[in-house]
Nanobody, 120 residues
């Protein structure tokens, strides 16, 4: 089970840190990441991290602003989001694959999501 937290309302240019905890499954064994959904938009993979962390993917829309981090000791995943823009407004989902490598739009499990709203 994946549980997200850390969403909220933030002004443009602000920062948020999303967290994802996992019970019963070691996240370090699989590719993990985040995707987001916004009304009227297609689901977008935001970031993915392979199990050995040799592969890191970021959507072009978030490159140089978002950072994915995995804490193996805590078995948690984070998404640090900086310089947020109104177009980042979405529900963010923590997700994992049943495989160690990343592949776009190939998630096998995800949580219920956390809402991020970027607005002044």
């Amino acid at each position: 089970q994946l549980v997200e937290s850390g969403g909220g309302l933030v002004q443009p240019g602000g920062s948020l840190r999303l967290s994802c905890s996992s019970s019963g499954t070691r996240l370090s064994l699989f590719a993990v990441g985040w995707f987001r959904e916004a009304p009227g938009k297609e689901r977008e993979d935001v970031s993915c991290l392979s199990s050995d962390e040799s592969e890191i993917y970021y959507a072009d829309s978030v490159k140089d602003r978002f950072t994915i981090i995995r804490d193996k000791a805590k078995n948690e995943l984070y998404l640090e989001m900086n310089n947020l823009r109104p177009e980042d407004t979405a529900t963010y989902f923590c997700a994992r694959r049943t495989w160690r490598l990343c592949e776009v739009n190939k998630w096998d499990y995800w949580g219920d999501g956390t809402q991020v709203t970027v607005s002044s």
